[in-house]
């Protein structure tokens, strides 16, 4: 299966993009930003629906506990920031007010991970998808292009429930097609292969099959899935997989402990066990760089997953 | 106009309520709920406007949050002898399998209450929220909010405090629970507080001083002044001083009752002090 690059975007602009079509789809949709609009792209839907958008300023926990008390009455509020102050930041909120309150809230974060580049460490969150993925509840998604995010953020306004949607700032390859669908809880088979299961989500979905490329001139025929939505987390398509396969490398933009990784590996544990190795940060926070600096320092790219997979070779 | 001896008749139920509640699991918050025994009679029995039985969305009713959600006794209390769950089911406060968990949450289905507290200092972004759901959906109805004077060291209400101002949300009361003490002490000890009349003021509150939260008859006259203040573009805000532990002698003009249950002796005591008047659950 061949995917095409139909051209370079960012996965927020993804989500601004749905968020504009839900704001004409979905009169109880509404918005609220942190002082960070442009950012997450939300320009597009405040001109069209000014009164359904709320500016709260720098004040990230005010922000979710005003989502949560929006959805009194019915509103579904979807909040944006930085994936750092959506997560770390506002735990507790977010614990309390929406998720222990079963709030209809969609927190919607961009500039997750290493490749949010320059700004450095105390913006590149690592650690989000474990916070998320940890509160009863809370349904983790993590995307991998420009239409993945919109196709999600407008999936997750038929949720009904606390949602945590992740995607990033860089622009990178989009190449997902409505015809691949996409529905929450459920993984997606990009390529089918026999010797080796990837298993791959947000921007190191692209770079998996990019591996996959280059595996198959080394007559490793490698089989990509695309998990978006971490949790709940779609056993069946995994467990099929390796069954074939008897192998299985993960691959994230997080550190291993909390993320996709750990998740597959509880999975495999209990149901499979077969070797298993994890592409993802080693228990460390990032730094200034370029992104794609920054992906291949910290073993995040096509190279990291064909040295992964050949070390897997050797232990199956 | 309300018939204030019923009201002050299920004060002291409330009273005996809360005293037996937090006896019975020998844990709980006893001080602060009964220093507002007699606001809460006064809002649902006489000020705030609903209907039963009890929905979540709250659409064309008033809606009340509490943010200092330790204060769960007198607010079980008060909705059961309000009729929204059986009197009955406060003999399940704190127990394993209850509705009335020991801060109250919506996890459990208990009607009555619309978001988890406990945890301080987020009941006013909530109640924010609320507000301006009803603004979208044109819905006249208005939004209350009551929250500690301790509560008030947390840093999200001062973002939430600024928002309100800045944003004309004019469809709120908020009443701040002045008794002045927390779990280690006074607040001016622990962490002063200052002059939380002008501060509110400063960020462009209308403020209400109710300098007595245990009359009835003040606690609605000062509710009433609140509501003809809503729709002018301010938040509204009660600054109500209540006394910690209020109608049982040893519990007041103290921090000490802030968490901490009557043993079999005091509840004998605190009890005869306040004698059944409507029925003991």
């Known amino acids: ?316 | 106009m309300p018939d204030l001896k019923l009201l002050e008749k299920t004060t002291i139920q409330v009273r005996r309520d809360i005293l037996r509640m937090v006896h019975k699991v020998n844990s709980g918050h006893p001080g602060g709920s009964l220093g507002c025994a007699e606001f809460f009679v006064s809002l649902f029995f006489d000020q705030l406007e609903f209907t039963l039985p009890f929905k979540i969305d709250g659409k064309n009713e008033d809606i009340f949050f509490l943010s200092n959600g330790h204060i769960s006794p007198v607010f079980y209390s008060v909705l059961a002898r309000r009729g929204f769950f059986p009197i009955e089911e406060l003999n399940t406060f704190r127990l394993i399998n209850s509705r009335l968990q020991g801060h109250p949450t919506t996890h459990e289905g208990l009607p009555g209450i619309r978001v988890a507290s406990g945890s301080l200092g987020q009941g006013l972004s909530v109640a924010i929220g609320s507000a301006l759901t009803k603004k979208l959906d044109k819905d006249s109805k208005t939004v209350f909010v009551l929250m500690g004077d301790g509560e008030l060291q947390e840093g999200q209400n001062w973002e939430a405090i600024m928002y309100a101002a800045a944003n004309k949300v004019d469809n709120l009361i908020a009443t701040i629970d002045l008794n002045g003490r927390q779990i280690d002490g006074n607040t001016d000890d622990v962490l002063d507080l200052g002059d939380l009349n002008n501060k509110f003021i400063s960020f462009g509150w209308e403020v209400i001083e109710l300098n007595d939260g245990n009359s009835i008859n003040e606690v609605i006259n000062k509710i009433k002044i609140a509501k003809t203040k809503l729709g002018y573009g301010k938040p509204i805000v009660i600054l109500m001083k209540t006394e910690m532990g209020n109608g049982v002698d040893f519990m007041m003009n103290t921090h000490a009752w802030h968490g901490k249950a009557p043993n079999n002796e005091q509840l004998k005591i605190a009890l005869s002090q306040n004698k059944e008047t409507i029925g003991d659950y």
Not at chain 1, 31 to 42: E, F, I
Not at chain 1, 75 to 99: C, E, H, L, M, W
Not at chain 1, 251 to 257: M, P
């Open chain 1, 1 to 316: 299966m061949n995917y095409i690059n139909q051209g370079n975007k960012d996965t927020r602009s993804g989500f601004g993009e749905g968020l504009y079509e839900l704001g004409k789809t979905n009169q109880n949709v509404v918005a609220l930003c942190a002082d960070l609009v442009g950012s997450l792209k939300m320009q597009k839907f405040i001109d069209e629906y000014p009164n359904r958008f709320f500016q709260i300023g720098i004040a990230e926990a005010n922000m979710m506990g005003i989502a949560a008390g929006l959805t009194i009455g019915g509103k579904i509020p979807f909040t944006g920031t930085f994936a750092n102050f959506s997560t770390g930041r506002v735990y507790d909120q977010i614990r309390q007010s929406i998720a222990y309150s079963g709030k209809n809230v969609k927190i919607c974060a961009s500039h997750a991970g290493l490749t949010l580049g320059e700004d450095g460490a105390t913006h590149q969150i690592l650690e989000d998808i474990g916070l998320m993925k940890m509160l009863p509840g809370m349904t983790v998604i993590n995307t991998c292009d420009f239409n993945q995010t919109k196709s999600a953020t407008l999936a997750v306004a038929e949720h009904k429930g606390p949602v945590y949607l992740r995607f990033g700032r860089p622009s990178v390859p989009n190449f997902t097609t409505d015809d691949l669908g996409f529905k929450i809880g459920k993984g997606i088979l990009l390529k089918p292969g026999k010797d080796v299961t990837i298993v791959a989500t947000g921007h190191l979905v692209w770079e998996s099959l990019q591996a996959a490329k280059e595996l198959e001139k080394q007559n490793i025929d490698a089989e990509i899935i695309n998990i978006h939505t971490i949790k709940p987390l779609d056993d069946e398509i995994i467990l099929e997989s390796v069954k074939k396969t008897g192998c299985l490398v993960s691959a994230e933009e997080h550190n291993y402990l909390g993320g996709l990784g750990e998740s597959i590996s509880r999975i495999i544990v209990k149901n499979y066990p077969c070797p298993m190795e994890f592409i993802a940060t080693e228990d460390t926070f990032g730094e200034s760089g370029t992104p794609s600096q920054l992906m291949k320092k910290y073993g995040l790219d096509k190279e990291a997953i064909i040295r992964k997979v050949l070390i897997l070779k050797n232990r199956k």
